[in-house]
């Protein structure tokens, strides 16, 4: 019997089905229209498996509140043909099995844990920094979760000092998100990040708000590794900037011990969605 | 039987017996010199009473690793004589009963959390602004802790435009307790907080650093209630400042509910301490 596991972004859903090893079989990237049209695909791909459950990584917001009439559904998003759409319920009608649901963030974070660069640890922290900025904790196996789920990419940090942009985020403006996700490096120097090379004023800046925000995460969870994905950490010279000026931030106040092991890249070559996915449904 | 419960601070320790109901039966407080001298005056207000097991609120850092040697020892503070001190072995060894230990302000949160201002809530932050500023988390009954424990009051918060305040934390200068801690206060203005009276000025600069905090913590944890506690938090005042700058930061992004109702103040009239120690060792 397989595990299939489904990646819910607003540009694609990746359904894959995989092994209770994490190893995945199949995968399929399918373009996110409306629901209805996005699912029938979804199950018409999942209709040649034996599945014995599925998980799903979904974008936000989703509530995740178990004791929830609604749980399992989009809430307020911008995909307007999303908004309160029924997700969970609607994929377990659709292929008869238990579905276990979480952030796309929890679940690549938890794949990183099982799978890849948190294998060795009891929590760690997975950033994706891309599109949009987000983060997904687990500590001790389990994926973290609050009041509704966390949105730690919308925090607020301190303007680099020769930084003039405003940032781009529709409801903060200059919160990290608004200030360092791919499209705010496009928007603030005229060009793709990748296209930037290695000027190094681009990336000082960039790493700039990401340790800002790394420094608060690490101050406020005390994750025992952060794992930064997402397209925008491609550009390698990114990590022992960042690293330096985590520490410089910290400044010895926790002990912080070797910073390559502490801030490290993804391990899953961007799998861990699914993969995470697949493992939000298998119980360890 | 009774429960004992021990607040230890850097100025003084509070210890406490109580019975499983969480209502305190008697108190004392004890001025913090050395360790030895310390404790022997712990152990000497205990011994009048029947104990079945005793739970500590520390100050911090302190070692919550279960899987270290170490665990239950004070680590790096400023107090040299209380330096790698095992704090938890020489309470079992003194008082002959299990000890639990946490850091001061996930105790005060379990606290709220039972019998408080958080008990009609499945998870609450506490968050104390006093001499320091510290914030504990307790999440479906239980404290937050990562791989050492959350030092949640010194991320570092963007400068008000109006304060030319440099900061006051020896280690980041303008972090959250640099800025907004009673101390941080007294220094700024030249007079302590309780003395500056409704000087608007003085209290808008206050909240616009509790808040930015406070919408920092609500997108990284998620939690259901904010409870703020704490010496410059009797300056009731800064409670709608405070509801207003979060809701203006979160600028609806995420669902708040009725703000009253998210931000509060405590209602254990400053025995959240030592009912949060008796709290740890009171299975529920």
């Known amino acids: 019997m397989l595990i299939g596991g489904i990646e819910a972004g607003g540009t694609k859903i990746v359904c894959a089905v995989g092994d209770r090893s994490g190893e995945v079989k199949a995968k399929k990237s399918i373009s996110t229209r409306g629901p209805d049209e996005t699912l029938q695909e979804v199950k018409a791909f999942f209709s040649d498996y034996k599945l014995e459950a599925l998980g799903v990584g979904s974008f936000g ?25 029924d997700l969970l319920g609607r994929l377990q009608e ?16 938890l794949a990183e844990y ?13 950033i994706t920094v891309g599109t949009g900025i987000g983060a997904g904790l687990v500590q001790n196996g389990c994926t973290f979760q609050g009041k509704s789920h966390p949105e730690m990419g919308h925090i607020i940090v301190p303007k680099h000092p020769d ?14 998100e608004g200030m360092a996700s791919g499209p705010a490096i496009e928007k603030r120097h005229g060009r793709k990040g990748h296209l930037l090379g290695d000027e190094k004023r681009v990336w000082e800046i ?5 340790a800002h925000a790394i420094a608060s995460y690490t101050l406020i969870l005390s994750p025992e590794r952060i794992i930064l994905g997402g397209g925008v ?4 010279m990114l990590f022992p900037l960042i690293r330096q000026k985590v520490s410089g931030l910290m400044n010895d106040y926790v002990v912080m011990g070797d910073m390559n ?3 490290t890249a993804p391990q899953l070559d ?10 939000l449904a298998v119980e360890v």
């Not at 099995?97 to 974070?109: E, F, G, K, L, S």
Request: hydrophobic letters at 35%.
């Open 163 to 176: 930084d003039s942009f405003a940032g781009i985020c529709p409801y903060h403006g200059n919160c990290l």
């Open 114 to 126: 099982r799978h890849g660069a948190g294998r060795d640890v009891n929590s760690c922290l997975y």
């Open 233 to 236: 950490m491609k550009q390698k």
């Open 61 to 85: 917001p989703v509530n995740l509140d178990k004791s929830s009439d609604t749980y399992g559904t989009i809430l307020n998003t911008p995909k307007t043909a999303w908004k309160h759409f």
């Open 270 to 279: 961007d799998e861990q969605g699914v993969k995470g996915a697949i493992a």
């Open 94 to 109: 659709d292929l008869q099995v238990p579905v276990y649901i979480d952030t796309d963030v929890n679940a690549a974070c």
């Open 206 to 210: 960039e790493a700039h708000y990401l």
């Open 261 to 263: 092991e502490f801030i």
